[in-house]
């Protein structure tokens, strides 16, 4: 039974190639659509995922009015933060965080290295879930010139002596060293500074 109804496909399938070509043609580009489509869609639910407080996590940005239209940025006021946490009881928590990456310059006897970051509020390290290798977040900024470095950043000083690195001094107090970021992380970041 079976065999007689693959005899009668192939037959129908050979009788009209063009209209066959053209169904298994658009069923094909379909699936492989959808497919792309659930893989964006689980790309966009895992990102960041990494973060403890995921769903309680708010970015505030600011519209600006030019005069072809409306920028919208993620520059904000630096008094805003505090503002937002006396005003608004549901905040539980704030950080200012530069916009852009820096890259500064940084030396330790013969050797320099740049890397990029960003000067992030000690109350980063409590809102963003991110692994230390050395040191903890709670300690992570306990001086004003303090620094994080990520795992990348410490083996371009280091090497592979990284156990070291906390009692060598770089030109800033490297207190903490983060392991490298989750791949779908939105830090790519190879250091932090303490706003102060």
């Given at each position: 039974?079976?065999?007689?109804?693959?005899?009668?496909?192939?037959?129908?399938?050979?009788?009209?190639r063009?209209?066959?070509?053209?169904?298994?043609?658009?069923?094909?580009?379909?699936?492989?659509?959808?497919?792309?489509?659930?893989?964006?869609?689980?790309?966009?639910?895992?990102?960041?995922?990494?973060?403890?407080?995921?769903s309680?996590?708010?970015?505030?940005?600011?519209?600006?009015?030019?005069?072809?239209?409306?920028?919208?940025?993620s520059?904000?006021?630096?008094?805003?933060?505090?503002?937002?946490?006396?005003?608004?009881?549901?905040?539980?928590?704030?950080?200012?965080?530069?916009?852009?990456?820096t890259?500064?310059l940084f030396?330790?006897?013969?050797?320099?290295?740049?890397?990029?970051?960003?000067?992030?509020?000690?109350?980063?390290?409590?809102m963003?879930?991110?692994?230390?290798?050395?040191?903890?977040?709670?300690?992570?900024?306990?001086?004003?010139?303090?620094?994080?470095?990520?795992?990348?950043?410490?083996?371009?000083?280091?090497?592979?002596?990284?156990?070291?690195?906390?009692?060598?001094?770089?030109?800033?107090?490297?207190?903490?060293?983060?392991?490298?970021?989750?791949?779908?992380?939105?830090?790519?970041?190879?250091k932090?500074?303490?706003?102060?």
């Amino acid at each position: 039974m079976v065999k007689n109804f693959l005899k009668t496909a192939l037959r129908n399938l050979s009788k009209n190639r063009g209209y066959s070509f053209l169904n298994i043609f658009g069923l094909a580009i379909g699936i492989a659509c959808a497919g792309f489509i659930f893989l964006w869609v689980e790309d966009e639910m895992n990102f960041d995922g990494n973060n403890a407080n995921k769903s309680r996590i708010y970015l505030v940005k600011t519209n600006d009015r030019v005069d072809d239209g409306v920028f919208t940025h993620s520059s904000t006021a630096g008094p805003m933060a505090a503002a937002l946490q006396a005003n608004i009881p549901g905040i539980a928590n704030t950080c200012r965080i530069t916009e852009g990456g820096t890259s500064f310059l940084f030396t330790m006897g013969d050797k320099a290295v740049n890397a990029s970051g960003k000067y992030v509020e000690p109350s980063f390290f409590s809102m963003f879930t991110l692994p230390f290798a050395q040191g903890n977040a709670e300690s992570a900024f306990s001086q004003l010139h303090s620094i994080v470095l990520t795992q990348k950043t410490t083996t371009k000083f280091f090497g592979d002596e990284k156990e070291n690195y906390v009692s060598n001094k770089i030109e800033q107090n490297a207190e903490c060293m983060q392991r490298a970021m989750p791949l779908k992380s939105g830090r790519s970041d190879e250091k932090f500074c303490n706003v102060g």
